[in-house]
């Protein structure tokens, strides 16, 4: 298929190019920044906030499938007005072009943060691990403009019965030079974030490896006509990036999960992957025990 990639560029976006492009895939690099991958066919840098520009792209290449993953990548790293309307913006103008020039298949990135850690009030998890069926609780212009690129999904997918779009949510992902160093996107390094339960914690130790995440969302592109439209996706790694079991550390970063994280032994992640599982048999193959190596 040729499938275009939004935020081709970024941490997510390069691993996704070249997992599509080895899988045999025409990948179009759309991204304002440099940087997408030698593996894509084409790269062009478009503001796809401009309605026009979006239609402009999808007509120029017109795809198969569409991998929406470019956004404001952080919380707090633009004001929170730019934040909500450059993601919000995205996630529609992507969607509405893309359906309009007759993309059969969309996948759009979401985020864990829809669920609601970190809130300033407070915040205590229904359960834990947590899955797809969890309640989400917004707190900033970040989660929430995820949880509307979710909203847009989904109404795209009701509107649009013929095609297939679904979401993924990708835990806090680990591009490969990270492994070997490199900051991550909280500014901190991997090892860093082992040595300091108080980092890790906020997010509740999730993370995933960028190639296993581009390896569901081809699997996902591969897929979607064997599932239901709409459907939403977590990506996490097998275990938690923590050195202790969460039954331990949770509530020692988040007091309020005490309740529910007892049942997180051995290396159980606070949140769950089951559902990619069960309906594409995807499963994350790396771990930071098998990247770290000898600084594990």
Known sequence: ???????????????????????????????????????????????????????????????????????????????????????????????????????????????????????????????????????????????VSKLVAEQVMATFARSHPELRLAAIRPCFVVAPEEWEGMPTQSGHTIRERLDRPDIAGVSLFNYVDARDASDLLLTLIERLYELPSGEVFFAGAADALARAPLAELLPQVIGSTAGHASGLTGTQPAFSSAKAERLLGWQAKRSWRTELGDLS
């Open 1 to 143: 298929m040729r499938v275009l990639v939004t935020g081709s560029a970024g941490r997510f976006g390069r691993s996704v190019v070249v997992a599509l492009a080895q899988a045999g895939h025409e990948v179009i690099g759309i991204d304002t920044a440099p940087g997408s991958p030698p593996e894509a066919a084409a790269t062009l840098p478009a503001d796809l906030t401009d309605l026009g520009e979006a239609f402009s792209v999808m007509n120029r290449f017109r795809p198969e499938a569409v991998v929406h993953l470019a956004a404001v990548a952080t919380p707090f790293s633009r004001t929170d007005g730019l934040t909500f309307r450059v993601n919000s913006a995205l996630a529609f103008n992507v969607c509405e072009a893309a359906t309009a020039v007759g993309v059969s298949r969309i996948v759009v990135a979401s985020s864990p943060t829809v669920i609601g850690y970190g809130a300033p009030g407070g915040w205590t998890p229904a359960y834990l691990p947590i899955d797809e069926a969890h309640p989400a609780a917004p707190w900033n212009a970040y989660s």
